[in-house]
Each structure stands twice: as C-alpha cells, then as structure tokens.
C-alpha cells in the first residue's frame, strides 16, 4: 500500500496509465485499457474554462501541449490511436482536467506525432511557462465560439422557416440550401474534421455518426433538418461541455483559497509583500486577522484561531499556538500569527489535495468500465441496423429508399452514446469533488464505488477512535497527614514539568497552578523521575518504583488495580516517607467515535477494534465507543490475519489505521482508511481514502456517498438507455425525425449529467 503517487505535486515521469490505484490482487482490477471504444462524446466546438495547467517537474524532453477540444477519456483514446503508428515516441501523460498532453519523444518523431493528433481533429497548442492562456484571451474565444453557433441556429432557422412556409421558386430553394450550408459550416467544421479522421481510420465515434447522418440528410434533401440537427448538436455539446467542467474543475476553486502573495519576514527584521510561489522553505510568513494563510507552516509567534474547513472540512476553528501546522487557503481569525514556511506552493497539503482529485478523475471506475464496454458493442450493432435499414427495408416493406435512408439516418443519430458514456464520469468526479470539500480525500472512482460493498471495518485505536494523545483524567491526594493539595500538586507539576515524557507532560498540562524551582532532577529508567524542591526529595513515578522504595499499601494497591482494570497509566508522587498523591493518565476517546460506530452499525457495516495495546485497556475504550468486537495486543502481523479472517467472514472490510504501522493490514484490506491526513505524507501515500481530520464519523459519510453515486449511476444508465429505446421505436415504426433524434439525445446527455451533479451537493455535517 506505500506504493502510491497521487498525492505527490507533480508526475515524477511520463506514464500511459491513469490509475495510480493499489493492485489489490483479492480487490476489483485496477487494469485500465485505453483501448476504449471510441464511441462517446466530447465533441464540441467550443470548450469551458481551462484550469491552470501544473508545468512543474516535467521530465526533461517532455514537451506539454494543451489540447482544447480533449474533454474526456474517449478523445484521449482517439489520440493515442492516432500515436500508435508514429515510432520513436517513449511517453504520454494526459491530464483531462487541464486538457493538457505531455509527451516525450525523439526528435524526429514529434513533428509526425503532432501532424497525427492533428489530422485526427484536434489542435495541439505549446505550453510555454505561463500556466493558461490569458483569462481575457479564453472569455473572448468562447464568445466567439458562441457567436458563431447562435448565428448557424439563426440560419437553420430561417432554412427551416423557408421549408414550413413551402415558398416555391429556384431562387428559394437555392436560398434554402445555401442558409443550411452555411450553418452547418459554422457549426460543424471541427464535427467534420474528427468525425471523418475516425473513419478513415476505421473508428466509430459520435463525430462520424454525426458527419454521416448531417451529410446524408443533405444529400437527399433534408437542408433544413440537416442544419438544424447540427446547429443544436453543436450547442447542446457547449452546454454538456460547461455542465461538465463544473464537475471536472469543482476541485479546483479550491486554488482560489490560497492566496497568491504573502508577507514574508527579510534578513533585516522588515516584512515584505511577495509572491507565494516565490516563497522559499523556512521563510518566516505572517498572517492578520481576515485573512487566508497563503502557505503551510508551523506557528512560531501568536495566538489565534484558524478555520480549516477548506482543508479538513471542520466546522469548528482550531486554536493555534506555538509549534502548531497551518495549511495553506485556512482562514485566520482573531489575531495575528508568524509562522515558519514548511512546503513550497506546489506542494502544500491544498496543492496535494487538488493534485490527488485530479489523478483520481482520471481512474476509471467499474461501472464506468462496463459503459465503455457496453457502448462498444452497442454502437456499431445501431449503425449496422441503420445500413440494413437503408439497404433491405425498401425490397420487404412498403417504403420508399428516401424513407428508408431517412430512418436509418435518424437511428444513427440514436445510436450516439453520449449520455450513456458521460452519465458515468461526471456522477464519480462530482461525488470525488463532494467527497473533498468535507475534508475526505477518495483515490479514485474504484474506491468510491466499492465502499458500499463494505461490511465490517477494522479500526486502530491509537489516533482513530481515542485522541492519540495522553491526558490527565483523575488526580487525588493520598497522604493522609492534612497536605495541602494545592501545594502537593503543585510538586507533582513542577517535576512532571522537567521531563520528556509523555505520561509527565500529560500531568503538567492537566495540572495548574504555581511551579516551583527543581534541583537535582534526576531520570530513574523505566520507573520515573527524581527532583529535588525546597531542600525535599521526591520521586514521580510508576507502580514498581513505588514497591521498590516499599512504600506500597494494600489500599493503594486496590487504587491501582482500579485504574489499571480502566485503561489508565497511573503515576503516583512520593516523598521518602509516603506516597503523597496518584495521577492517572489515559488515551481519551474522542467524541466523534461513539457517534461513527452508531453510525456504522444504522448502516450495517460491523464495527471491530485491532490494536496493539493491552487486552484490558482495548476493552474499556471499546466498551465506551460502542464496539463489541474488541481484540489487543496484536503485532502489525496478527493485524494482517485479523483482516484476512474478517474477509473470510464478513466479505468486503476496510482498514482504519495510521498509515504507518498498519500498512500490512491496510494493504489486505480492500479499502484502506488513513486517519488525520493533513500535514501527514506517509498517511496521505499509504491509503485509498484520507480523513483530513481526526472525525471517525467521515467514514460511514463515505460509504453514504457511495451508495448515493452508485444509485445516481444506475439512475443515469438507466435514464440514457430509456430515452434511447423510446425513441429508436419511434424512428423505426413511427415519425421520428432527426432533429427530435439529437433533442432526445442531448436533453438525455443534460439530464444525465444534471443528475450526477447533484452529489456536488455536500452532505449535511
């Protein structure tokens, strides 16, 4: 499971897979053939708004293109057909959400590789060092786009209005045919130019099946229609295309969090306005009330309050202090902070998340894989019906051969995929997008589609049902001599206060008032500490160190066992002569846990705690979170049989853990869970699903947006395949024309693509 790269800010090489997935061998495939049927959608004329394109880190003689009319899986596999015959090429690296290419090759073969993409229908456009084109420069080309195909509409129109109206004459009937001609030319152009490149090639894609039923209709007649088929297609593209991209880039608003300057501390004690990405590491930041934290850090002066919901999806801000991470595109609230700079712009927590998404837009889930499939058998099946409609209909049926041409090009306007191929994507990347902003990061649509198959998930103890920290949960006096409790306890925090360790520092923190000076502080391994105050001994220290010194009483012993029976590390203060007080420390739950597990078993996923810790302490925090399968002190190993026997048992099972010391058990399962990603690498690298906080609860909210996308899938295939089949009934047996064709078929494409939408929506917290 360590042998991950999503979360990395840049492709360290060139590769000719999108699935950064973990290669579960008892798991789904995670094979992902580009060898897709080209059969989808995508064709449209003019695109939406690009995100800025990440240039960093390409390998060198990598060379990056932007593609503008890529816009999904189907048009990348057409690519890399149209690459297959050009030798001396040694990489492809596509990036859908950016509609970027990088490509490594010989010197030779990169003028051929580029005159093949392009005579395949696309424009490979250099990336320079600027990461997009000029904002102005895009709005004014989509305006235009635009334009051109509300003026085509307008001429289909009045094509079709000299039809409706039936104006006889030469000269209307050459006016009719030349306003059809003239909007199918400004709509159509860049439908041509791929459709027909597909089928020199032997391809079927929607650009043919298109190019063919336009052509077709025009040769026998149909001008109006055949304008009006392709003025709408080409507009319902451009809105399927921006519906799209709302899904596609949803993650990166995201990159407006961050600012783009920060205000650094120089070597002479000024502060200066800079450019964040200009930022180096170690450089002092400082940041106001108001204001965004431009890059991550570590707070080294200040007091505030930060709300991270951008990052973990917490709803409640987070005090900071010294020593505490920030991350970058978090709001700092109430007073200034200075931090110390720990990652560059492109490598902040944020940077990873978005990077993450976006390789995760590019996995194939299953269903999606199964649509593709389905499509490559579905298309080419209608458009040999279409033929033998057009070819034998009119020797067994009453019809004409026009009528006959005429329904079999209507049914291979039918036969276009398209909101059956995109019902599928943009449903995963609008649930991956949904996922991200409430603080869980999902790597991949495999893993999103599987976590509703979950039945029992394993949880670590440590930092996933308890705090993962030590504190304080009971102090009391034992000398019976009339001590002063404040002033025995403000011993116990004045030596606690000296040590490193964490049992001490929990005691220090827990315990308030007044510290004294501490002489001759002296550390008794594996038993406590030893100090001196106001010319007094005393030890802090454990149970043995206390029956060593013989200081040990029957009642103290029954005290002892009392906390030891409840999961507390207990540390007791002594002087020579008595034990003065019993501090018990423990791992306290956390308060979202109880609620997580409740959640778990509403949803019918068995809840199971694997820890190392001891058997009596695993039981109590068990009890109190609600868990009835409990099992301690387990080595990483018998974590690893755990998971296999729960499989065995219960069928799919997911492993909550850190990352680091249950990789093996989050390797078997068949999904990992990491807990408190943020700022975390190595839990960031190890798991298919990152918690960005410590809430348990993300969990069961995963698995409820898996189950959710997975109706919203089936809603759409449904829907799609509905439509479909309604009006392929109507072309054959009724008056079905080919305008009605691509209104049904785009208006499918845009119910579609509005239904999978709406897991942008994110879940109540």
């Not at 305006?143 to 129109?157: F, H, K, P, Q, T």
């Not at 002063?484 to 004045?494: D, H, K, L, M, Q």
């Not at 999961?567 to 109880?594: C, M, N, P, Y």
């Amino acid at each position: 499971m360590t042998n991950q790269n999503a979360l990395k800010p840049v492709t360290p090489a060139l590769h000719d897979d999108h699935d950064h997935g973990h290669d579960h061998s008892h798991g789904p495939s995670h094979s992902h053939a580009h060898a897709h049927a080209e059969t989808a959608c995508c064709g449209n004329p003019v695109c939406g708004s690009s995100p800025a394109v990440d240039t960093t880190d390409i390998p060198k003689g990598a060379l990056l293109f932007r593609i503008p009319t890529m816009d999904c899986a189907v048009e990348e596999s057409e690519i890399r057909r149209a690459l297959e015959p050009v030798a001396g090429i040694q990489g492809l690296r596509f990036r859908l959400g950016e509609r970027t290419m990088a490509i490594t090759a010989d010197d030779g073969a990169l003028p051929q590789a580029l005159d093949a993409i392009r005579k395949a229908g696309f424009k490979p456009e250099p990336v320079g060092d600027t990461a997009a084109p000029a904002a102005p420069a895009r709005i004014a080309g989509m305006s235009a786009g635009l334009a051109r195909l509300v003026a085509a509409l307008v001429l289909a129109i009045a094509a079709e209005s000299i039809s409706f109206l039936a104006l006889d004459g030469k000269g209307f009937m050459v006016a009719e045919m030349a306003l059809a001609l003239a909007a199918i030319g400004l709509a159509g152009l860049d439908t041509y130019k791929k459709g027909f490149g597909a089928l020199v090639r032997g391809r079927l894609n929607i650009n043919a099946l298109m190019a063919v039923a336009v052509t077709g209709a025009f040769v026998i007649g149909q001008w109006p229609e055949a304008a009006m088929v392709m003025a709408l297609y080409a507009i319902a593209e451009l809105i399927e295309a921006r519906a799209v991209d709302r899904a596609r880039n949803a993650i990166q608003s995201l990159l407006a969090l961050a600012p783009e300057q920060a205000e650094v501390k120089q070597p002479d004690g000024s502060w200066q306005t800079m450019r964040a990405d200009a930022v180096v590491l170690d450089a002092v930041a400082r940041i106001r009330p108001g204001e965004r934290v431009p890059l991550d850090g570590v707070v080294t002066a200040g007091l505030s309050a930060i709300d991270q919901a951008p990052v973990t999806g917490e709803s409640i801000p987070v005090d900071k202090t010294v020593g505490d991470p920030v991350f970058a595109g978090t709001i700092n609230q109430t007073a200034a902070l200075e931090f110390r700079v720990t990652a560059v712009a492109a490598n902040t927590t944020l940077a990873r998340i978005i990077h993450a998404v976006e390789e995760a837009q590019g996995t194939r889930a299953p269903t999606q894989r199964f649509v593709d499939k389905f499509a490559s058998i579905y298309t080419p099946a209608v458009f040999v019906l279409a033929l033998a409609i057009a070819l034998f209909t009119p020797l067994f049926m009453d019809w004409t051969w026009l009528q006959a041409i005429y329904k079999a090009l209507v049914l291979l306007v039918i036969a276009c995929p398209c909101a059956l191929v995109i019902s599928t994507p943009v449903t995963v990347v609008s649930a991956l997008a949904s996922a991200a902003r409430r603080g869980i990061l999902i790597k991949g649509g495999t893993y999103l589609e599987e976590a509703r198959k979950l039945k029992a998930v394993a949880l670590d103890k440590t930092g996933t049902i308890t705090e993962g920290k030590p504190k304080l949960v009971e102090s009391s006096l034992l000398d019976a001599s009339g001590s002063n409790e404040a002033a025995v306890f403000a011993i116990a925090a004045s030596i606690a206060g000296r040590s490193d360790h964490p049992v001490s520092k929990a005691i220090a923190e827990g315990l308030k008032g007044e510290r004294e000076e501490v002489g001759d502080f002296t550390a008794l391994p594996g038993r406590g500490v030893q100090a001196v105050l106001s010319g007094q001994s005393y030890m802090l220290g454990n149970h043995r160190l206390i029956e060593e010194k013989g200081l040990c009483t029957p009642a103290l012993e029954a005290e002892l066992k009392r906390h030891e029976e409840a999961g507390r590390t207990v540390t007791l203060l002594a002087s020579s002569q008595a034990v003065l007080a019993l501090f018990a420390v423990a791992d306290t739950i956390k308060e979202s846990s109880q609620a997580a597990v409740a959640e778990l078993r509403a949803l019918g996923v068995v809840p199971v705690m694997l820890t190392g810790d001891n058997a009596a302490t695993a039981r109590t925090i068990g009890g109190h979170a609600g868990i009835e399968d409990v099992r301690g002190n387990l080595l990483p190993e018998e974590k690893l049989g755990a998971i296999k026997a729960m499989q065995a048992r219960y069928g799919a099972v997911a492993m909550t853990g850190d990352g680091i010391n249950d990789a093996p058990a989050l390797a078997q399962a068949d999904i990992g869970f990491a807990m408190g990603g943020a700022g975390t690498d190595t839990a960031m690298e190890a798991a298919d699903v990152v918690i960005m906080n410590d809430d348990l609860r993300r969990i069961p909210e995963t698995i409820r947006l898996s189950r959710r996308a997975h109706a919203v899938l089936w809603q759409n295939i449904t829907l799609a395949l509905g439509i479909k089949g309604v009006f392929f009934v109507l072309a054959v047996f009724g008056s079905a024309t080919m305008w009605m064709a691509v209104f049904a078929d785009m208006g499918a494409s845009l119910l579609v693509v509005a239904n999978g939408l709406r897991l942008m929506r994110s879940e109540k917290g």
